[in-house]
């Protein structure tokens, strides 16, 4: 059977238009026409392909996975971030815009770093490996440190970097518990640390969209009522110990408490303390500078 492209968006946007908006059906459509139908922007008017029985049979299993609320990005397998292509699955996160811009930030700092010569960097809770790998790909010169506590999400990320960084890459992706002092060890001193830790409080778990609550990795997102900056804490006393003098250190945050992650890091003695909006406008990132040394 000889269909178009604009067939099969058709029966898809139809197929799930009882849980998302014509424009979220549409823009879904393209993801995995795309992604899973290799329908790379071809004018419909020339594009045919054969259709097979288990195409269709493909389809509607998408179609079912979708309708069930299951994110576009586990049913494809894959997610764009900051113009890679990075696999990703229900052991990681799904890579976001705002963490784009901690990237786009971290990479304006290594660039105008005054030395030709390795950075380290270590990334820590990688998830998908999308912020250290995104970096090295960028600079690739920078010498890539990873550290995941889920055995799951370090598969995929170590997936990820042999993918778009080469299987002849220098990186090297640890599991571990930053929480657990004793992983420390593993690191010797670093140039920069950067971390999206968890940050949501379980009590803000009933505002969470419940595609994420059902299908992203909770381990990933949520952090105890008692203790929500435990990671950030933690996190600027590693660096402390591990970070060069001058080393910097970043993070990205959740809006609600990032004005108590800055002071945190300020009575902790880290210099020049920053905290950014994202592109919404909301206080999302911070970073903060190691002491330097005073001849």
């Keep these: 059977m000889i269909v178009t492209p604009a067939t099969v968006k058709s029966i898809l946007i139809q197929g799930i238009s009882s849980r998302y908006s014509l424009a979220e059906a549409a823009g879904i459509a393209r993801i995995v026409l795309e992604d899973v139908f290799q329908v790379h922007r071809k004018p419909e008017s020339v594009f045919v392909s054969e259709w097979s029985a288990a195409q269709t049979d493909d389809l509607q299993q998408i179609i079912r996975r979708l309708e069930a609320g299951e994110p576009v990005q586990y049913v494809v397998g894959t997610a764009d971030f900051f113009g890679m292509v990075f696999q990703v699955n229900p052991a990681v996160l799904i890579p976001r815009q705002e963490t784009e811009e901690l990237v786009a930030w971290v990479l304006e700092h290594l660039r105008n770093l005054d030395t030709d010569s390795h950075v380290s960097l270590l990334d820590i809770g990688l998830g998908?490996?999308?912020?250290?790998?995104?970096?090295?790909?960028?600079?690739?010169?920078?010498?890539?440190?990873?550290?995941?506590?889920?055995?799951?999400?370090?598969?995929?990320?170590?997936?990820?970097?042999?993918?778009?960084?080469?299987?002849?890459?220098?990186?090297?992706?640890?599991?571990?518990?930053?929480?657990?002092?004793?992983?420390?060890?593993?690191?010797?001193?670093?140039?920069?640390?950067?971390?999206?830790?968890?940050?949501?409080?379980?009590?803000?778990?009933?505002?969470?969209?419940?595609?994420?609550?059902?299908?992203?990795?909770?381990?990933?997102?949520?952090?105890?009522?008692?203790?929500?900056?435990?990671?950030?804490?933690?996190?600027?006393?590693?660096?402390?110990?591990?970070?060069?003098?001058?080393?910097?250190?970043f993070f990205e945050c959740n809006e609600f408490n990032a004005a108590e992650v800055a002071m945190l890091l300020s009575e902790k003695g880290f210099q020049d303390v920053v905290l950014k909006k994202d592109i919404s406008g909301s206080d999302r990132m911070i970073c903060g500078f190691t002491p330097r040394i005073v001849d």
């Design 128 to 249: 998908s490996g999308c912020i250290g790998i995104a970096l090295k790909k960028k600079i690739p010169r920078l010498q890539l440190f990873g550290l995941e506590k889920s055995p799951d999400a370090l598969a995929v990320a170590t997936r990820n970097a042999q993918q778009i960084l080469g299987t002849s890459a220098d990186f090297r992706f640890l599991q571990g518990d930053i929480l657990q002092a004793s992983d420390w060890q593993a690191f010797s001193a670093l140039d920069v640390i950067v971390s999206n830790p968890p940050y949501i409080p379980l009590a803000e778990k009933e505002w969470m969209p419940e595609h994420v609550l059902a299908h992203e990795p909770a381990l990933a997102l949520f952090v105890s009522n008692e203790d929500p900056l435990v990671f950030y804490r933690t996190i600027a006393d590693f660096a402390l110990e591990k970070l060069r003098p001058g080393g910097v250190l």
